[in-house]
């Protein structure tokens, strides 16, 4: 696609329930990054993939959070027994490659209540 | 663990002034360095792609700096307007591509 795809873009979810997010990086982007941005703050570094190696989970807040790419191209990130501290919008970012720069997406807002 | 740091946090102007934004950052062993502006409630939009070998980017008003040894990069912005009220970003990329806090800038008219 032409850009950076993330679904849904909005999604109220109630405590406890599993979530699902979703990001489509560009084709052929090798690399692609999660972050999650609380309301009025900054980006916090959730979990990188880049190629077939090993993805850094380092940022991930919990064992509740997980994420997998399938095939080195769509991405997703599953948020289990979901906090109203989870609240927050989930960007996913890619790129080519080391020497090129990254292309976010639009975001999924989540709201738990 | 990559750190970075944005001056000014905020910063309010009236509109036609030139202003700069400074970023720092803790591992100069970069690719290269990305600055992004963030509207409120919206994605990142990239602005400018600095390799590690290059001095200096440009794009329209905006022109940013790149300092590797010494860990900083400016972003130059020429004859500010309205439009240009925003957060903006710098990422500094060795795959580990962590982000500042931002500078959240104001243009007024």
């Known amino acids: 696609g032409a850009g950076v795809s993330q679904s849904p873009s909005n999604k109220v979810t109630e405590k406890g329930k599993d979530v699902e997010l979703r990001c489509d990086p560009i084709s052929g982007h090798t690399a692609l990054y999660w972050y999650r941005q609380s309301l009025g703050q900054g980006l916090e570094f959730l979990i990188y993939?880049?190629?077939?190696?090993?993805?850094?989970k380092s940022g991930l807040p919990s064992d509740r959070f997980s994420a997998e790419r399938t095939g080195g191209s769509v991405s997703t990130l599953t948020i289990q027994r979901t906090q109203q501290e989870d609240s927050a919008v989930y960007l996913c970012?890619?790129?080519?490659?080391?020497?090129?720069?990254?292309?976010f997406g639009s975001g999924t807002r989540l709201t738990v209540v | 663990k990559q750190e970075v740091t944005q001056i000014p946090a905020a910063l309010s102007v009236p509109e036609g002034e030139n202003l700069v934004l400074n970023c720092s950052f803790t591992d100069s062993a970069i690719y290269n360095l990305q600055w992004f502006r963030q509207d409120p409630g919206k994605g990142l939009t990239s602005l400018l792609l600095?390799?590690?070998?290059?001095r200096e980017q440009t794009s329209g008003r905006l022109n940013a700096s790149l300092d590797k040894s010494s860990g900083r990069s400016t972003l130059y912005i020429a004859a500010s307007q309205p439009g240009d009220s925003a957060t903006y970003l710098c990422?500094?990329?060795?795959?580990?591509?962590?982000f500042g806090a931002g500078t959240r800038l104001t243009v007024k008219p």
């Open positions: 600095i390799q590690s070998s290059q």
């Open positions: 993939f880049q190629g077939n190696s090993a993805p850094d």
């Open positions: 990422v500094p990329n060795n795959n580990d591509m962590r």
């Open positions: 970012a890619s790129g080519p490659g080391r020497d090129y720069g990254y292309t």
